[in-house]
């Protein structure tokens, strides 16, 4: 439905879509996929006739209608292939996110526990001083 509605709505004679490719769960490639338009395609790549004309068609009085079809698939397989592209790189980007925060996490709370633990080992360590004190100073 997306391919349809531009290739309907913007006449072109070549589209760009642009992509994250997944490469990796830490990396991806920011990507360029060109697609021809039904034109481009009748022309060939070059420019010269005869891009696609060196195939035999079955039905050769509607190479016109061929080529919109085959321009308009391409152009939603490359969209579609795309979003696909996209979803995997931000699903990937939000994973090590999650990592990431989580080991902060873990992080910060054994850092707080180590400060609870030495504060109250201070104050059981002052409490205790006191009552020597107490005791010696009653003896003496």
Do not use: H
Request: hydrophobic share 45%; proline share 1%; glycine share 4%.
């Amino acid at each position: 439905m997306i391919a349809d509605d531009i290739l309907k709505n913007n006449k072109a004679d070549v589209y760009q879509v642009v992509f994250n490719k997944f490469a990796s769960m830490v990396s991806f490639l920011p990507t360029v996929a060109t697609v021809l338009s039904t034109e481009m395609l009748a022309a060939g790549l070059d420019g010269k006739a005869g891009g696609l004309e060196s195939y035999e068609l079955e039905d050769a009085d509607m190479p016109s209608e061929i080529y919109d079809n085959l321009a308009e698939f391409q152009f939603a397989a490359v969209l579609y292939n795309a979003m696909l592209e996209n979803a995997c790189s931000e699903a990937g980007a939000r994973m090590r996110a999650m990592e990431n925060s989580t080991q902060n996490a873990s992080d910060m709370l054994e850092r707080l526990t180590l400060t609870y633990n030495r504060t109250r080992q201070t104050s059981i360590t002052t409490e205790l001083i006191e009552i020597i004190s107490g005791a010696a100073a009653l003896e003496g």
